[in-house]
């Protein structure tokens, strides 16, 4: 049996503009073929991805002629709602995100991670119920098998999770091995198949060796996150003033990257929020 033949139902593929999604993406394309109006591919954009992320995006989707709904968080009328962008017109400097926290008043962090919820997961839901009139529906989700921890059984909410990569037991290894072969792939490095720039580029769940990099080698794109810190006198996680931190990182040398146990390595520096 192949794991990836779609289940019946209105079906949402959630895209992060990965890897990892976009192998399930692919697989499932090459075991359907032309997907039906019922299924509905959607990216979910912070504001706050990496340039080559959205490039990722758009190169997937007019190399496999796969239709992309690109949604973004947005506020109207003192409400949260959606709005549906395309690769020229997404958000760059993560307007999306300083909209919510604006609404918000406050920073999410450790204890309040309410950034992926509102950010990614509603402002997809909003547009399949209000625009497409969707009452129930699979999710597909990119989770492999060797990251089975993070699938979740039941959403309490108007879907149902399906797992494909889990159920065909796909590995990191697989996936880097699958994108090893392609003409194209996501412009960004990665280590042991973890991309430590993809997700959000300064996020908060991310480990402080990954941080330090990042600092180091795209300083300009901390500013946004000193930014929101200073407006809301308050760090996105306990103790770390990112602009401290942003300043200690670019003055180190190069050497102190590769000192074990100097900064945080927890969980290989990837982002699982």
């Known amino acids: 049996m192949n794991d990836y033949i779609l289940p019946d139902g209105n079906i949402q593929i959630s895209f992060s503009g990965g890897r990892t999604s976009g ?14 109006d019922r299924v509905q591919v959607l990216f979910a954009n912070t504001g ?41 017109s997404a958000a760059r400097n993560g307007e999306p995100f300083e ?19 509102e950010l990614k997961i509603l402002p997809m839901k909003r547009y399949l119920t209000n625009e497409l009139g969707w009452k129930q529906w ?6 492999r098998a060797d ?4 699938a979740k059984t039941d959403s309490k909410d108007r879907w149902s999770y399906w797992y494909p990569l889990l159920e065909a037991n796909i590995s990191k290894k697989d996936v880097v091995s699958f994108w090893d072969k392609q003409a194209f792939n996501l412009n960004l490095g990665s280590a042991n198949g973890v991309t430590p720039k993809g997700n959000c580029d300064f996020c ?8 330090a990099s990042m600092a180091k080698q795209h300083p300009e ?13 308050s760090t996105f996680r306990h103790g770390r003033d990112m602009e401290q931190f942003v300043d200690f990182a670019t ?18 520096g990837e982002c699982t929020g």
Not at 23 to 36: D, K
Not at 204 to 211: A, G
């Open 23 to 36: 192998y399930m993406l692919h697989q499932i394309l090459e075991a359907n073929g032309n997907l039906p």
């Open 48 to 88: 706050r991805e990496m340039p080559e992320t959205l490039e990722f995006v758009r190169e997937c989707q007019e190399r496999w002629g796969v239709k992309i709904t690109w949604v973004e968080y947005d506020v109207k009328d003192n409400r949260a709602t959606y709005r549906t962008v395309s690769d020229n």
């Open 99 to 117: 909209v919510l926290i604006c609404r918000r008043k406050y920073l999410p962090n450790i204890a309040a991670r309410f950034c992926t919820t």
């Open 138 to 143: 699979t999710a597909a989700v990119g989770i």
């Open 147 to 150: 990251e089975s921890r993070r």
């Open 204 to 211: 908060f769940l991310k480990s402080e060796h990954i941080l």
């Open 221 to 233: 794109r901390a500013e946004w996150w000193i930014k929101m810190e200073q407006d809301m006198k």
């Open 251 to 268: 003055r180190q040398q190069d050497w102190i990257f590769d000192e074990e146990g100097y900064f945080c390595q927890q969980d290989e």
